[in-house]
């Protein structure tokens, strides 16, 4: 029987302990193997050649960066296409009301009544981006002066490189006009952000961590060195895959990076990460699981610094834009935003080992391949020539070989596949490379996804 007067109190010095050095633990992993090769059995090597270790501790001196991660501040973007103002207007409306705290217009042409479009919108309380098929100083201007008026922030996307880049041609015929254009924009306006940058493309056609964030880097480059004065925050438009913490570290680098850069030039601003899910990824089969997909990359969008995320409807391969899709992306983002509560501590990848090292990786390989690039002559130089390209392609055909040969693994369509699901009459939109004959000044960047060759094999064998 227990004596309720015996001192019972704990002697705090039995639970104190040394700290346990990263040696000790590795010599402990090493004898739980049992003569198993520690490198070979628990290193795992990225196609970043990153080595991945299993444990990683405070005495390995790994650098914290304190990146300016603004968590409890991203919002949630809604992506619309214009074509049908009153539509559009209504649909932009409507979305805002369900949750969405920012737009992106996309607009085929300047002949858009872009007073119409936003006189409805409350411009004082939501971000719009504006994602422009061509080059305009008077549209520019006029967006400008409704910023300006009615205290709006917008952020207009012109890239000519990235135009050249994923169409293989300028939005003007000569090269020299596209940025004395941008130069132009530049010393005319007062309130909005004109300069953008579209990394989608690199990771969307196959680029590893590593050349997307070169690739944007050296991109921005050329736009530093052509326009003088650039005194609005530059948007980088980059996607996400499901490597999760890679994901992370992988918009820490770029923002760290680009810091770095942009100082060079006495840009003192942060570039501004508007964010989605890679497509790359994505299937036509068993779709529902790219919501598990979709889901998991805005994490790390999120934890990685985002400013803006616009989701990817989880049928935005062949479906045309619908309300139910759009809905269901929106509310994936509320759902991490209101109830997982993402959005309530800054720099939420602060101090982690792994994270950090990572980081520190993918910018030190990130910061070599750009010396190396425009030690060569720059990124529109090695554009032009069909250097950038045919490194991506090479980085894409690697990615397809292991996703080929079952080593990186797609649910439901190189693992697990559900032999009865069939969609041939189900796909309102093409969902594979679309070859557009026409003339071009350089070879594209195409945009391909794993499950291709895969998916159309599997179509034709549909009743």
Same mark, same amino acid.
């Given at each position: 029987?227990?004596?309720?007067?015996?001192?019972?109190?704990?002697?705090?010095?039995?639970?104190?302990?040394?700290?346990?050095?990263?040696?000790?633990?590795?010599?402990?992993?090493?004898?739980?193997?049992?003569?198993?090769?520690?490198?070979?059995?628990?290193?795992?090597?990225?196609?970043?050649?990153?080595?991945?270790?299993?444990?990683?501790?405070?005495?390995?001196?790994?650098?914290?960066?304190?990146?300016?991660?603004?968590?409890?501040?991203?919002?949630?973007?809604?992506?619309?296409?214009?074509?049908?103002?009153?539509?559009?207007?209504?649909?932009?409306?409507?979305?805002?009301?369900?949750?969405?705290?920012?737009?992106? !217009?996309? %607009?085929?042409?300047? *002949? /858009? &009544?872009?007073? $119409?479009? +936003?006189?409805?919108?409350?411009? =004082? #309380?939501?971000?719009?981006? !504006?994602? %422009?098929?061509?080059? *305009? /100083? &008077?549209?520019? $201007?006029? +967006?400008?002066?409704?910023?300006? =008026? #009615?205290?709006?922030?917008?952020?207009?996307?012109?890239?000519?490189?990235?135009?050249?880049? $994923?169409?293989?041609?300028?939005?003007?015929?000569?090269?020299?006009?596209?940025?004395?254009?941008?130069?132009?924009?530049?010393?005319?306006?007062?309130?909005?952000?004109?300069?953008?940058?579209?990394?989608?493309?690199?990771?969307?056609?196959?680029?590893?961590?590593?050349?997307?964030?070169?690739?944007?880097?050296?991109?921005?480059?050329?736009?530093?060195?052509?326009?003088?004065?650039?005194?609005?925050?530059?948007?980088?438009?980059?996607?996400?895959?499901?490597?999760?913490?890679?994901?992370?570290?992988?918009?820490?680098?770029?923002?760290?990076?680009?810091?770095?850069?942009?100082?060079?030039?006495?840009?003192?601003?942060?570039?501004?990460?508007?964010?989605?899910?890679?497509?790359?990824?994505?299937?036509?089969?068993?779709?529902?699981?790219?919501?598990?997909?979709?889901?998991?990359?805005?994490?790390?969008?999120?934890?990685?610094?985002?400013?803006?995320?616009?989701?990817?409807?989880?049928?935005?391969?062949?479906?045309?834009?619908?309300?139910?899709?759009?809905?269901?992306?929106?509310?994936?983002?509320?759902?991490?935003?209101?109830?997982?509560?993402?959005?309530?501590?800054?720099?939420?990848?602060?101090?982690?080992?792994?994270?950090?090292?990572?980081?520190?990786?993918?910018?030190?390989?990130?910061?070599?391949?750009?010396?190396?690039?425009?030690?060569?002559?720059?990124?529109?130089?090695?554009?032009?020539?069909?250097?950038?390209?045919?490194?991506?392609?090479?980085?894409?055909?690697?990615?397809?070989?292991?996703?080929?040969?079952?080593?990186?693994?797609?649910?439901?369509?190189?693992?697990?596949?559900?032999?009865?699901?069939?969609?041939?009459?189900?796909?309102?939109?093409?969902?594979?490379?679309?070859?557009?004959?026409?003339?071009?000044?350089?070879?594209?960047?195409?945009?391909?996804?794993?499950?291709?060759?895969?998916?159309?094999?599997?179509?034709?064998?549909?009743?």
């Amino acid at each position: 029987m227990r004596n309720n007067n015996q001192n019972s109190s704990i002697d705090k010095n039995k639970w104190d302990w040394d700290a346990i050095s990263s040696k000790q633990w590795k010599q402990q992993i090493q004898f739980e193997l049992k003569g198993a090769d520690y490198n070979e059995t628990l290193i795992w090597n990225s196609p970043e050649d990153i080595k991945v270790k299993p444990f990683y501790h405070i005495d390995e001196n790994i650098e914290n960066y304190n990146i300016p991660t603004q968590a409890t501040e991203f919002k949630i973007c809604q992506n619309i296409f214009v074509h049908d103002i009153e539509k559009s207007v209504e649909r932009a409306l409507d979305t805002i009301n369900r949750g969405a705290e920012s737009i992106r !217009f996309t %607009l085929e042409n300047e *002949s /858009i &009544d872009i007073e $119409k479009l +936003l006189q409805k919108l409350p411009l =004082e #309380k939501i971000a719009l981006y !504006f994602h %422009l098929h061509f080059l *305009s /100083i &008077d549209f520019v $201007k006029k +967006l400008d002066a409704i910023a300006v =008026e #009615k205290k709006g922030k917008f952020y207009i996307q012109n890239d000519p490189i990235g135009n050249l880049a $994923k169409e293989g041609n300028w939005f003007s015929v000569k090269e020299k006009d596209n940025f004395q254009t941008l130069e132009k924009i530049s010393s005319h306006l007062k309130s909005v952000s004109f300069l953008s940058v579209n990394g989608n493309l690199y990771q969307n056609a196959g680029a590893n961590m590593v050349q997307q964030i070169a690739y944007i880097l050296a991109h921005c480059n050329e736009y530093f060195n052509r326009i003088q004065k650039i005194n609005q925050p530059i948007v980088v438009e980059i996607t996400v895959g499901t490597n999760y913490f890679f994901e992370i570290a992988k918009l820490r680098a770029l923002r760290l990076l680009f810091k770095v850069i942009a100082q060079e030039y006495d840009h003192n601003l942060d570039c501004h990460l508007l964010v989605s899910p890679t497509k790359r990824n994505k299937t036509i089969y068993d779709y529902n699981v790219n919501l598990l997909r979709t889901t998991t990359e805005s994490m790390s969008a999120i934890l990685g610094g985002a400013n803006t995320i616009s989701n990817l409807p989880y049928d935005a391969l062949y479906h045309k834009d619908n309300e139910f899709g759009d809905r269901i992306a929106r509310n994936q983002l509320l759902i991490l935003k209101n109830e997982s509560y993402f959005d309530k501590v800054n720099n939420p990848s602060d101090g982690s080992y792994y994270i950090e090292s990572l980081t520190n990786q993918l910018a030190e390989k990130a910061l070599v391949l750009f010396k190396d690039i425009e030690a060569n002559g720059g990124f529109l130089k090695q554009l032009k020539e069909g250097i950038i390209k045919r490194k991506i392609e090479e980085s894409a055909e690697k990615e397809q070989k292991l996703f080929d040969d079952g080593k990186e693994i797609l649910l439901g369509t190189n693992k697990y596949p559900n032999k009865n699901d069939m969609m041939k009459h189900d796909l309102e939109l093409y969902p594979f490379v679309k070859i557009k004959p026409r003339k071009t000044l350089i070879s594209p960047i195409i945009e391909k996804r794993l499950a291709e060759k895969t998916e159309q094999e599997r179509l034709k064998t549909e009743n």
